[in-house]
């Protein structure tokens, strides 16, 4: 709504500013009060006060810092209060405060949220705390005021006048029972002002309506009950009521104008020549009555008086037709009420005899012919009735003349009538013909017409039909511009703009179909869910499509994001919609198709074959609703179909595919030339087809699949997205083909559709994936030219299959669903074959990698950007990853639009994009990356020596998988011996497992033989010195930095090139040291054992570091808020703690703080802007997901994500001796001879600790798991 800015201001009274000391005093002293105040002590009485005094206080605190934990503990604590005042003695006297205490937490959270649900139940509590509080009450006017708050805080978000009438109620009765020197009265006088505005805002001007009102009563005061004229008065008055009811909706208004009919009549006898006049107003407020109120009695009462009217007129008398034109209109609302037909040929009688009765030349004649084309219209449906209806149509616009305001009503009518033949015919002259009428009702209708909503949305219609006929984008885009004017020339308060807003959503549907653009379904979504809330929950067939529509958009974006609530809300919405219509109802067969399309969703997504056969049964019932020869039926027939072939390939049915065969071959056949959607059903016919061969093996229908396919595509636009699909469903139709054939035709003609199906863009990336992967397959046999193209246009795929706008947990399940890591593996090792290893390096990158690197891609440095553009980037990323945003896809739009604007700056045509080889090998400028490739053929090393270097190839022959998976597992049965926990276990494990004290010679042995394995096949090959491991596949978490003597070699890990690439690239903002050291021995709960060591490992630490700035959390100041406020300030980090490692949400890991933890997807969305290092002394910080184990999101990986350059961390857990120890060491040798310590050293730093270990012939078991990762 449009809410001037002083009310704006009203609404939200809480702004930030400095802390009073005092509130935060009474804070904390409440909140001791509260846990002094058990709930089984006898003072049980007092905690209720002491619990609205803490929200009390809480809510003053959150005015003062906009916390909003403070706002949600207050409204904790005034729940609590109200439930004590359930139970206790006397509990129900104070109820009414605690309720309007409640309801003010509530409110203001709205206000902060905006969340309707808590608007709702503030109004809620109010109401209790008001009927429960006596008028004599000095607290009742308090109450009232703040109801009335929360009405006008509802209607100015719904637009809802029965909130507005509410607010005005209780904001009068407040002022009323408040005294004429109250404190309070001149805020409860102003708040009634403001409820005054608003609806003066909303209705305009009604200072004639006012005035006419005003002399009406005036004139009945000064008329003797007696008079002769008081009848005559009286309906004068209520015709003016009946007008401020029109312009207002105010109940009161038409109750007083049907009172005033009544008495009217009531005044009147039978012989009196005006009785017939007042009974018919008297009928026509009884019909509003019935529009507003949809009580039947009211229509029936209509009905009576309406006859009792026409009884009375004499035959000649020329209001007779008239009279006999309004019961028409009551008979009508009664037959769309119950379908009698009684009632409608009772209409259809009446008004034909009202058009028999009125002259040729009466202008009202072409009003009467109108209405009857309309009485039609409400028949059967049949073709007849649709012929008469356009007649008197016709007739109706024939003798309106040119320059008359109905004549554009009527030829609305007309072009009406016209659309509903052309859609049950597909003539395309009606629809020629609809167009150039409603161009011409345009033109005749001037800006600011009421009715000029209405037709703008009539003309958008008929624009959106001949684009599904002929698939122009034009015609889309002048059907979303008459849209788009439609809605704007309707105020935001008009009952009507529902419609136009669910129009426009449809549009804007179709556009996002063709063109795939976010910001259209975007769009869509917002319009649809402000046309449900204009319509609320009333239970009406008017409700279905509306929640159709919601329905339909919820589904495009789950098919978008994947997420799975999008669909169980699009179900529901479809559901009601259904629901809420009878099964005549012309409309309910399009619902039917949404439900089921639904149903088939879900099917795919979790495999319930219950889904799909409701689906079938759904699909089927929609068909049976649509004749034979409507324009739709072939669209309906291939919905069908297509869920039958879903179930054959589920069930092997036969009976299913010919079923679906058949039905394909009939959308075809009754679907005309030059028809848009011809394309798509000779494409299902020729998935048909080919299925069929599959099953039979029979010859000709591999033939008639690819002919199908190819007339397919011919009938397909170049820049129509599903053309892409086509070509590719093509060409696997060419290679079973070929398969057969063996022509050399017939594979040129697949490496060309595919090439030329990934020249433009897809609506269905996993199609096209799947396909590449299959080409690239296909290629690998018969032609391996094409290898590197069909690997590289699958995973070019991956940003739009991982799409950054999804949840991690989203992405980790299209990663899995979609395997990923094999598909990587495949394609390095085939790319491996060819020589091709700079192509091997950046598919590994891409695959391997992908979510890891768009964490990193919202932390990225954007330093050497424009300073406008950098802000503009590091606020939109800090609003999509921050998961605050109420409008993430605007954002995401947005950041894409200015990702365009940043690449075509000089030195950034890469940004955030797959780096190319010649960008990926500057990774390697601290020492050569070694990349380990697992697969089940060979496994192999790839090795980037030198920035400058091109990459090389060392072959492992005598590595298999199989060999890694045994030492994978000989590993972990050897921790296991070791009570320490390994990677494969999804148990929580503290940093210092309570290990037995043995270290028998036979385990120490094995863990011996696993390390010389590793150094034999794997790392005697490596020389010496500083270098990377880039593990994947079955080597990951192994040892490979503990296979050799530690002067050799100083390991790193890393997760990516890419992180390597912006590690080294980071210029922190703060150039002076701030450590923080962070250590929790107990984190007062049953998170873990106390950790005896750390207190002395934290003294070590902030010993050496004497001279510089060191910050140290221990104990009870661990708390998640403190170190989360040094995590945003510090360049280094130390913690010693417990941690879990989450295999299952490899997000949700996390370390173990005092009363709290630290996940890690927290840790991914804060800014570090001064991050440069972090020791994770706790347990399993190198520990990944062990079905994503190339994703490295594990808590170090996380850490060097969320912007750290290095880190140090554990493969699993340590022991409590050698934290101290290795601490000492590391730190010692960063800050020797008092120098500033710098990331690159760690490692080495790292080495000199483990080399002590050894020295100290410590178990394998200890010395093994510290890691280094990153620069």
Same mark, same amino acid.
């Given at each position: 709504?449009?809410?001037?800015?002083?009310?704006?201001?009203?609404?939200?009274?809480?702004?930030?500013?400095?802390?009073?000391?005092?509130?935060?005093?009474? +804070?904390?002293?409440?909140?001791? #009060?509260?846990?002094?105040?058990?709930?089984?002590?006898?003072?049980?009485?007092?905690?209720?006060?002491?619990?609205?005094?803490?929200?009390?206080?809480?809510?003053?605190?959150?005015?003062?810092?906009?916390?909003?934990?403070?706002?949600?503990?207050?409204?904790?604590?005034?729940?609590?209060?109200?439930?004590? &005042?359930?139970?206790?003695?006397?509990?129900?006297?104070?109820?009414?405060?605690?309720?309007?205490?409640?309801?003010?937490?509530?409110?203001?959270?709205?206000?902060?949220?905006?969340?309707?649900?808590?608007?709702?139940?503030?109004?809620?509590?109010?109401?209790?705390? /008001?009927?429960?509080?006596?008028?004599?009450?000095?607290?009742?006017?308090?109450?009232?005021?703040?109801?009335?708050?929360?009405?006008?805080?509802?209607?100015?978000?719904?637009?809802?006048?029965?909130?507005?009438?509410?607010?005005?109620?209780?904001?009068?009765?407040?002022?009323?029972?408040?005294?004429?020197?109250?404190?309070?009265?001149?805020?409860?006088?102003?708040?009634?002002?403001?409820?005054?505005?608003?609806?003066?805002?909303?209705?305009?001007?009604?200072?004639?309506?006012?005035?006419?009102?005003?002399?009406?009563?005036?004139? /009945?005061?000064?008329?003797?009950?007696?008079?002769?004229?008081?009848?005559?008065?009286?309906?004068?008055?209520?015709?003016?009521? @009946?007008?401020?009811?029109?312009?207002?909706?105010?109940?009161?208004?038409?109750?007083?104008?049907?009172?005033?009919?009544?008495?009217?009549?009531?005044?009147?006898?039978?012989?009196?020549?005006?009785?017939?006049?007042?009974?018919?107003?008297?009928?026509?407020?009884?019909?509003?009555?019935?529009?507003?109120?949809?009580?039947?009695?009211?229509? !029936?009462?209509?009905?009576?008086?309406?006859?009792?009217?026409?009884?009375?007129?004499?035959?000649?008398?020329?209001?007779?037709?008239?009279?006999?034109?309004?019961?028409?209109?009551?008979?009508?609302?009664?037959?769309?009420?119950?379908?009698?037909?009684?009632?409608?040929?009772?209409?259809?009688?009446?008004?034909?005899?009202?058009?028999?009765?009125?002259?040729?030349?009466?202008?009202?004649?072409?009003?009467?012919?109108? !209405?009857?084309?309309?009485?039609?219209?409400?028949?059967?449906?049949?073709?007849?009735?649709?012929?008469?209806?356009?007649?008197?149509?016709?007739?109706?616009?024939?003798?309106?003349?040119?320059?008359?305001?109905?004549?554009?009503?009527?030829?609305?009518?007309?072009?009406? +009538?016209?659309?509903? @033949?052309?859609?049950?015919?597909?003539?395309?002259?009606?629809?020629?013909?609809?167009?150039?009428?409603?161009?011409?009702?345009?033109?005749?209708?001037?800006?600011?017409?009421?009715?000029?909503?209405?037709?703008?949305?009539?003309?958008?219609?008929?624009?959106?039909?001949?684009?599904?006929?002929?698939?122009?984008?034009?015609?889309?885009?002048?059907?979303?511009?008459?849209?788009?004017?439609?809605?704007?020339?309707?105020?935001?308060?008009?009952?009507?703009?529902?419609?136009?807003?669910?129009?426009?959503?449809?549009?804007?549907?179709?556009?996002?179909?063709?063109?795939?653009?976010?910001?259209?379904?975007?769009?869509?979504?917002?319009?649809?869910?402000?046309?449900?809330?204009?319509?609320?929950?009333?239970?009406?067939?008017?409700?279905?499509?509306?929640?159709?529509?919601?329905?339909?958009?919820?589904?495009?974006?789950?098919?978008?994001?994947?997420?799975?609530?999008?669909?169980?809300?699009?179900?529901?919405?479809?559901?009601?919609?259904?629901?809420?219509?009878?099964?005549?109802?012309?409309?309910?067969?399009?619902?039917?198709?949404?439900?089921?399309?639904?149903?088939?969703?879900?099917?795919? #997504?979790?495999?319930?074959?219950?889904?799909?056969?409701?689906?079938?049964?759904?699909?089927?019932?929609?068909?049976?609703?649509?004749?034979?020869?409507?324009?739709?039926?072939?669209?309906?027939?291939?919905?069908?179909?297509?869920?039958?072939?879903?179930?054959?390939?589920?069930?092997?049915?036969?009976?299913?595919?010919?079923?679906?065969?058949?039905?394909?071959?009939?959308?075809?056949?009754?679907?005309?030339?030059?028809?848009?959607?011809?394309?798509?059903?000779?494409?299902?016919?020729?998935?048909?087809?080919?299925?069929?061969?599959?099953?039979?093996?029979?010859?000709?229908?591999?033939?008639?699949?690819?002919?199908?396919?190819?007339?397919?595509?011919?009938?397909?636009?170049?820049?129509?997205?599903?053309?892409?699909?086509?070509?590719?469903?093509?060409?696997?139709?060419?290679?079973?083909?070929?398969?057969?054939?063996?022509?050399?035709?017939?594979?040129?003609?697949?490496?060309?559709?595919?090439?030329?199906?990934?020249?433009?863009?897809?609506?269905?990336?996993?199609?096209?994936?799947?396909?590449?992967?299959?080409?690239?397959?296909?290629?690998?046999?018969?032609? #391996?030219?094409? #290898?590197? &193209?069909?690997?590289?246009?699958?995973?070019?795929?991956?940003?739009?299959?991982?799409?950054?706008?999804?949840?991690?947990?989203?992405?980790?399940?299209?990663?899995?669903?979609?395997?990923?890591?094999?598909?990587?593996?495949?394609?390095?090792?085939?790319?491996?074959?060819?020589?091709?290893?700079?192509?091997?390096?950046?598919?590994?990158?891409?695959?391997?990698?992908?979510?890891?690197?768009?964490?990193?891609?919202?932390?990225?440095?954007?330093?050497?950007?424009?300073?406008?553009?950098?802000?503009?980037?590091?606020?939109?990323?800090?609003?999509?990853?921050?998961?605050?945003?109420?409008?993430?896809?605007?954002?995401?739009?947005?950041?894409?639009?200015?990702?365009?604007?940043?690449?075509?700056?000089?030195?950034?045509?890469?940004?955030?994009?797959?780096?190319?080889?010649?960008?990926?090998?500057?990774?390697?400028?601290?020492?050569?990356?070694?990349?380990?490739?697992?697969?089940?053929?060979?496994?192999?090393? +790839?090795?980037?020596?030198?920035?400058?270097?091109?990459?090389?190839?060392?072959?492992?022959?005598?590595?298999?998988?199989?060999?890694?998976?045994?030492?994978?597992?000989?590993?972990?049965?050897?921790?296991?011996?070791?009570?320490?926990?390994?990677?494969?276990?999804?148990?929580?494990?503290?940093?210092?497992?309570?290990?037995? !004290?043995?270290?028998?010679?036979?385990?120490?042995?094995?863990?011996?033989?696993?390390?010389?394995?590793?150094?034999?096949?794997?790392?005697?090959?490596?020389?010496?010195?500083?270098?990377?491991?880039?593990?994947?596949?079955?080597?990951?978490?192994?040892?490979?930095?503990?296979?050799?003597?530690?002067?050799?070699?100083?390991?790193?890990?890393?997760?990516?090139?890419?992180?390597?690439?912006?590690? %080294?690239?980071?210029?922190?903002?703060?150039?002076?040291?701030?450590?923080?050291?962070?250590?929790?021995?107990?984190?007062?709960?049953?998170?873990?054992?106390?950790?005896?060591? $750390?207190?002395?490992?934290?003294?070590?630490?902030?010993?050496?570091?004497?001279?510089?700035?060191?910050?140290?959390?221990?104990?009870?100041?661990?708390?998640?808020?403190?170190?989360?406020?040094?995590?945003?300030?510090?360049?280094?980090?130390?913690?010693?703690?417990?941690?879990?490692?989450?295999?299952?949400?490899?997000?949700?890991?996390?370390?173990?703080?005092?009363?709290?933890?630290?996940?890690?997807?927290?840790?991914?969305?804060?800014?570090?802007? !001064?991050?440069?290092?972090?020791?994770?002394?706790?347990?399993?910080?190198?520990?990944?997901?062990?079905?994503?184990?190339?994703?490295?999101?594990?808590?170090?990986?996380?850490?060097?994500?969320?912007?750290?350059?290095?880190?140090?961390?554990?493969?699993?857990?340590?022991?409590?001796?050698?934290?101290?120890?290795?601490?000492?060491? $590391?730190?010692?040798?960063?800050?020797?001879?008092?120098?500033?310590?710098?990331?690159?050293?760690?490692?080495?730093?790292?080495?000199?600790?483990?080399?002590?270990?050894?020295?100290?012939?410590?178990? %394998?078991?200890?010395?093994?798991?510290?890691?280094?990762?990153?620069?």
């Amino acid at each position: 709504m449009n809410i001037s800015a002083d009310t704006v201001s009203t609404q939200n009274r809480c702004f930030p500013h400095e802390l009073d000391s005092g509130t935060q005093d009474t +804070v904390e002293r409440l909140e001791q #009060c509260v846990k002094n105040t058990l709930p089984w002590q006898r003072s049980q009485r007092t905690r209720p006060g002491h619990l609205h005094r803490l929200a009390k206080a809480l809510r003053t605190r959150y005015c003062s810092t906009g916390d909003l934990n403070d706002l949600e503990n207050s409204l904790k604590a005034d729940q609590q209060a109200l439930e004590i &005042t359930q139970v206790i003695r006397r509990g129900y006297l104070s109820k009414p405060f605690y309720l309007h205490s409640l309801a003010t937490s509530f409110r203001a959270r709205y206000r902060r949220s905006g969340n309707l649900i808590d608007l709702d139940t503030a109004v809620e509590n109010d109401q209790q705390a /008001i009927e429960l509080t006596p008028t004599e009450d000095p607290s009742k006017a308090f109450r009232l005021q703040s109801l009335a708050s929360s009405f006008r805080d509802r209607y100015r978000r719904l637009g809802n006048l029965l909130d507005l009438e509410a607010a005005l109620r209780n904001d009068r009765q407040a002022v009323e029972l408040t005294p004429e020197n109250h404190p309070s009265r001149a805020g409860r006088v102003h708040n009634l002002a403001l409820s005054l505005r608003d609806r003066y805002q909303r209705l305009g001007d009604i200072n004639d309506l006012d005035a006419a009102l005003h002399n009406g009563q005036e004139a /009945i005061l000064l008329t003797d009950e007696g008079d002769s004229s008081r009848a005559g008065y009286l309906h004068s008055l209520s015709l003016s009521f @009946r007008c401020r009811y029109q312009k207002l909706g105010e109940e009161k208004d038409l109750e007083t104008a049907l009172h005033m009919r009544r008495e009217a009549a009531g005044l009147t006898s039978d012989s009196n020549p005006k009785r017939a006049e007042y009974l018919q107003s008297l009928a026509v407020s009884l019909h509003d009555r019935y529009e507003k109120l949809g009580e039947a009695e009211d229509l !029936n009462s209509a009905l009576q008086n309406h006859r009792e009217a026409i009884h009375l007129t004499q035959e000649g008398d020329p209001e007779r037709a008239r009279r006999l034109q309004s019961m028409t209109l009551s008979l009508s609302a009664r037959y769309q009420r119950f379908h009698e037909p009684k009632d409608l040929d009772a209409a259809l009688k009446s008004n034909q005899e009202a058009v028999d009765l009125t002259p040729l030349d009466d202008p009202q004649r072409a009003g009467r012919l109108q !209405n009857l084309g309309k009485v039609f219209l409400m028949g059967s449906g049949s073709l007849g009735d649709l012929e008469a209806a356009l007649e008197k149509f016709k007739e109706a616009v024939h003798l309106t003349p040119h320059g008359y305001a109905e004549r554009a009503d009527r030829l609305q009518s007309v072009a009406g +009538v016209l659309t509903e @033949r052309y859609q049950r015919l597909g003539a395309p002259k009606d629809l020629e013909d609809t167009l150039r009428i409603k161009e011409e009702i345009a033109q005749l209708t001037p800006e600011g017409d009421p009715k000029q909503p209405v037709r703008l949305q009539a003309l958008a219609i008929s624009l959106r039909d001949q684009y599904h006929r002929f698939g122009k984008l034009d015609d889309l885009e002048a059907a979303l511009i008459q849209a788009k004017a439609a809605v704007e020339a309707t105020p935001e308060w008009d009952f009507a703009r529902r419609l136009y807003l669910q129009n426009l959503a449809v549009l804007l549907i179709d556009r996002y179909l063709r063109l795939g653009e976010l910001k259209d379904l975007d769009a869509a979504l917002k319009y649809d869910l402000e046309a449900v809330e204009l319509t609320g929950q009333k239970s009406t067939t008017d409700a279905a499509g509306f929640w159709h529509s919601l329905a339909m958009s919820l589904r495009f974006r789950y098919q978008r994001l994947g997420e799975m609530k999008d669909l169980e809300a699009a179900l529901q919405k479809a559901r009601n919609a259904v629901d809420l219509t009878s099964e005549n109802d012309p409309d309910r067969s399009r619902y039917l198709q949404g439900l089921g399309a639904l149903l088939r969703e879900r099917y795919q #997504c979790l495999g319930n074959v219950k889904d799909l056969s409701t689906a079938v049964q759904n699909f089927r019932e929609a068909v049976s609703m649509i004749p034979d020869n409507h324009p739709e039926r072939p669209g309906y027939l291939h919905t069908l179909s297509i869920a039958l072939t879903d179930r054959y390939l589920r069930l092997s049915d036969l009976k299913d595919l010919e079923a679906a065969f058949q039905m394909h071959k009939e959308a075809v056949e009754q679907t005309p030339e030059g028809h848009h959607e011809k394309s798509l059903y000779l494409h299902s016919l020729a998935m048909s087809f080919g299925l069929k061969y599959k099953a039979l093996g029979k010859m000709k229908d591999l033939e008639s699949a690819v002919a199908q396919h190819k007339e397919a595509v011919n009938l397909t636009a170049e820049e129509h997205p599903d053309r892409a699909r086509r070509l590719q469903s093509l060409a696997v139709s060419l290679i079973d083909q070929y398969h057969r054939s063996g022509d050399p035709e017939d594979l040129q003609a697949i490496h060309t559709n595919y090439i030329n199906s990934f020249k433009g863009s897809s609506l269905t990336p996993e199609m096209s994936w799947n396909n590449a992967l299959h080409w690239a397959s296909f290629t690998e046999h018969f032609d #391996c030219s094409h #290898c590197e &193209t069909a690997y590289m246009a699958a995973f070019d795929l991956l940003p739009e299959l991982l799409w950054i706008g999804s949840s991690i947990p989203v992405r980790h399940a299209a990663v899995k669903r979609l395997d990923v890591p094999q598909a990587t593996s495949n394609a390095i090792r085939t790319l491996i074959n060819v020589s091709n290893l700079t192509s091997s390096v950046k598919i590994m990158e891409q695959g391997l990698a992908t979510i890891f690197q768009q964490m990193l891609q919202l932390k990225t440095g954007v330093e050497r950007l424009q300073p406008e553009l950098a802000n503009r980037f590091q606020n939109l990323s800090h609003q999509l990853y921050s998961g605050y945003t109420d409008d993430p896809m605007r954002v995401i739009n947005d950041r894409n639009d200015l990702l365009k604007e940043i690449r075509s700056e000089e030195g950034f045509k890469y940004f955030l994009l797959p780096n190319p080889y010649s960008v990926l090998q500057q990774a390697s400028q601290g020492g050569p990356i070694v990349i380990l490739n697992s697969h089940k053929d060979h496994c192999d090393a +790839v090795i980037i020596p030198q920035p400058t270097s091109v990459p090389v190839h060392v072959p492992l022959p005598s590595v298999t998988l199989d060999l890694l998976t045994s030492q994978q597992k000989k590993l972990k049965d050897l921790l296991g011996q070791c009570n320490v926990r390994n990677r494969g276990e999804a148990v929580f494990s503290s940093r210092f497992g309570k290990r037995e !004290n043995f270290s028998s010679k036979s385990t120490q042995e094995c863990f011996k033989d696993i390390l010389d394995w590793l150094w034999t096949h794997i790392v005697h090959d490596i020389r010496g010195g500083r270098l990377w491991w880039l593990p994947t596949g079955a080597f990951t978490g192994l040892p490979l930095h503990a296979t050799s003597e530690t002067d050799q070699f100083i390991h790193s890990y890393t997760a990516t090139l890419g992180s390597l690439l912006e590690a %080294y690239g980071k210029r922190p903002l703060r150039t002076e040291l701030k450590l923080s050291v962070v250590g929790v021995t107990h984190t007062n709960s049953n998170g873990g054992n106390a950790l005896r060591g $750390v207190e002395r490992e934290l003294r070590k630490i902030v010993s050496t570091a004497k001279g510089f700035l060191v910050q140290s959390l221990e104990g009870e100041g661990a708390t998640v808020e403190a170190v989360t406020d040094q995590l945003q300030s510090c360049s280094w980090l130390h913690l010693a703690c417990h941690g879990k490692q989450d295999l299952f949400e490899p997000t949700k890991s996390h370390l173990l703080l005092y009363g709290g933890i630290l996940e890690l997807e927290t840790i991914l969305r804060m800014p570090l802007p !001064n991050a440069q290092f972090v020791f994770l002394a706790a347990c399993q910080t190198a520990m990944g997901d062990a079905e994503l184990v190339n994703e490295s999101f594990h808590l170090g990986g996380g850490f060097i994500a969320a912007g750290f350059q290095g880190a140090i961390g554990t493969m699993w857990s340590m022991n409590d001796d050698d934290g101290p120890t290795v601490a000492e060491i $590391v730190y010692s040798h960063l800050f020797r001879d008092g120098r500033q310590p710098q990331p690159s050293d760690a490692a080495e730093a790292l080495q000199l600790a483990v080399r002590e270990l050894r020295n100290r012939k410590v178990p %394998y078991e200890r010395w093994i798991p510290f890691i280094h990762m990153g620069v």
